[in-house]
């Protein structure tokens, strides 16, 4: 009998020695969950988008994804160490997700969807730059400058008005209708004397508004400032 529960014993050993063992897998982040990794720790952010693009805030580092295999020394040695990768749609971080997990890396972790979802959430409908300032403007002379209109969400936008806060400023978008993460241009005239009088001297500041169709970000807005002068 103590040789047959030993025997027993043995084989059983020898099977879990044997049994493949389950590979870590690398984690999908939405945005809420990427945006709490980043406030309640200290995760190695990695973007791995090629050719590059802006970075997130909090971006330690960037590797193209289709490189990452051969550029570990640029992460961090802990196998164990928490490292979250992200690209613009998603496709590019997941491969690099995987070539981590095939070297030994352990807490590996993608922002699903990438920078677009991200922007989708946090930005929606974006106009930018928030404010430009046009500098000193002769009164009497027309001042130029323009503003990019963004899409950050997959779902087409139509402009449904451009206006202006002040007569003196005058705004057009080249396009009435942004497909999903499409952009167009914002042109802004600005012209001191249009009222022919003293309204528009001195430091100024007139607001740009772009309304929108989009359920979530009907209205967007940026400034222009400027020093108006008589000649």
């Not at 930018?128 to 936008?157: H, R």
């Not at 012209?191 to 989009?214: C, K, M, N, S, Y």
């Amino acid at each position: 009998m103590g040789r047959k529960l030993l025997l027993a014993a043995v084989v059983l050993a020898a099977v879990f020695v044997f049994l493949p063992r389950r590979q870590p897998e690398y984690k999908n982040l939405s945005v809420a969950e990427f945006d709490s990794a980043l406030k309640a720790g200290d995760p190695f952010v990695v973007d791995v988008h090629t050719p590059e693009q802006d970075h997130l805030a909090g971006t330690d580092a960037f590797i193209p994804y289709d490189q990452i295999g051969s550029r570990l020394n640029e992460l961090p040695p802990a196998k164990n160490a928490e490292i979250i990768l992200y690209c613009r749609s998603g496709s590019m971080s997941s491969q690099a997700a995987q070539v981590l997990i095939d070297n030994g890396y352990i807490n590996v972790k993608h922002l699903a969807g990438g920078i677009q979802a991200w922007r989708e959430q946090h930005q929606g409908i974006e106009l930018t730059p928030i404010s430009q300032d046009l500098g000193t403007v002769i009164y009497g002379e027309v001042a130029k400058t323009e503003f990019v209109l963004t899409n950050n969400t997959n779902q087409a936008v139509n402009l449904t008005r451009v206006s202006t806060s002040c007569s003196c400023t005058q705004a057009k978008a080249v396009e009435s209708r942004l497909g999903p993460y499409g952009s167009t241009k914002i042109s802004v005239n600005f012209d001191p004397a249009v009222h022919q009088d003293d309204t528009d001297l001195g430091e100024i500041t007139r607001t740009i508004f772009v309304d929108t169709d989009h359920q979530n970000f009907s209205q967007v807005e940026a400034q222009i400032t400027a020093l108006v002068v008589k000649p």
